[in-house]
């Protein structure tokens, strides 16, 4: 988790000054074309498939189901990141100072953690329920069990706020200087203090990363353990509806260790990398490795917004059959809407050539029938 937006714009400044002079203009290109089209693309796929996502499980009553609702909450945490925290920080490679104020200073890390928790504490939630389901089976699913199911993401979406306000409470808009001159930065905790950027990286790996995974762990353990013993214990006749409903488990239990992978791998590298920066945090880094590290930890944990649909969407039959009618909606919407053009102007044709055919009839407006 990287909050230091106005660090990383210093370094950024580092990094092009020194490239500049040594002639490296492919580097420089990189930087201000490639990287903010990435991020375009980021949020152009992310819009997509998160809000297709959402779509498909409100309007569908079918796919009403405990761990589509997580699912939802998963996709409306990512959408709150793409439309806010990305397009600030895509900026951050065209202004070399922090331009939208001390409210924004103050909100977007907090947009951006809350995100984030969302995220790690709904896929704990979400191994949670696949462990109840699968490791014990027995335990029948009350009427009432979507109920719940929307009490908890809500209370997941409070915690990961309440979680996310030290934020805005230490997050606050300095001018720092810079050799002859002096630039407006948006810090996320006071400079004076040495100790505060190192407890709070590693707070943040711990609550963010590490344990919820660590968890996660032990749930899916428990879940592979389960079903190698079943698969031994499993009677030779089964019926067909047992079999059905177990790989149905199976494959949804696949799923969500698919998006916790996804999570892990996204955002692993940010979480290094901020540890590293808050223990060296007078020092900047300006070689290129660095760059590219940093370039690819911030693609990555952002990348993380728009990988579930992907996911969801190769690995959930009936997910995809969802999707592909909404594409197909649209297209035929789209042909309708072309069609009822076509149709109402050859209309309108055809009433003109109705309206001035008399007139040609007689001899007269024959001007008018040549311009239609």
């Known amino acids: 988790m990287d909050h230091t937006f106005s660090e990383d714009t210093a370094v950024y400044e580092n990094f092009t000054e020194d490239w500049t002079s040594d002639g490296g203009e492919t ?3 990189i930087i201000q074309c490639v990287i903010p089209s990435v991020y375009i693309l980021i949020i152009t ?19 009403r189901s405990v761990p589509n609702i997580f699912i939802s909450s998963l996709a409306v945490g990512d959408l709150l990141l793409l439309v806010t925290c990305v397009p600030v920080d895509a900026f951050r490679y065209f202004y070399e100072e922090w331009i939208f104020g001390t409210v924004a200073c103050k909100m977007i890390p907090v947009i951006q953690l809350t995100s984030v928790g969302v995220s790690v504490f709904t896929l704990t ?19 009432s069990a979507v109920f719940w199911t929307c009490l908890k993401a809500i209370t997941i979406w409070v915690v990961s706020v309440l979680l996310a306000i030290p934020e805005a409470v230490f997050s606050q808009v300095v001018h720092m200087p810079d050799k002859n001159t002096t630039f407006t930065a948006c810090v996320p905790y006071p400079l004076s203090n040495e100790m505060h950027p190192k407890i709070h990286s590693i707070m943040i790996f711990l609550v963010y990363f590490l344990i919820p995974l660590s968890i ?15 698969a031994h214990d499993m009677p030779g006749e089964i019926s067909e509806h ?9 494959r949804l239990a696949k799923i969500v260790l698919v998006f916790v992978g996804l999570f892990a791998l996204c955002w692993f590298p940010n979480h290094v990398l901020y540890m590293y920066r808050s223990f060296n945090y007078r020092q900047i880094d300006s070689s290129l490795s660095h760059l590219i590290i940093t370039l690819v930890a911030r693609v990555l944990s952002f990348s993380s917004s728009c990988v579930n649909p992907f996911a969801l969407y190769l690995l959930s039959e009936s997910f995809r059959r969802h999707f592909n009618n909404q594409l197909l909606c649209r297209q035929r919407k789209y042909q309708e809407r072309n069609t009822s053009y076509l149709q109402s102007t050859s209309a309108i044709r055809m ?14 407006g024959q001007k008018q029938g040549v311009c239609i």
Do not use: C, W
Request: proline letters at 3%; glycine letters at 4%; hydrophobic letters at 40%.
């Open 216 to 230: 996660i762990s032990v749930y899916y353990y428990h879940i592979a353990r389960t079903l190698i013993k079943s």
């Open 125 to 143: 939630a979400l191994s949670a329920d696949r462990h109840k389901a699968i490791v014990n089976p027995m335990d029948i699913q009350s009427s």
């Open 27 to 29: 580097v420089h290109f």
């Open 45 to 63: 796929v992310g819009l997509l498939g998160n809000i297709t996502l959402v779509k498909i499980f409100i309007t569908t009553s079918a796919m």
């Open 351 to 364: 009433t003109s050539i109705r309206k001035s055919t008399p007139a040609v009839a007689n001899g007269h």
């Open 242 to 250: 047992s079999k059905r409903q177990t790989e149905t488990r199976k």
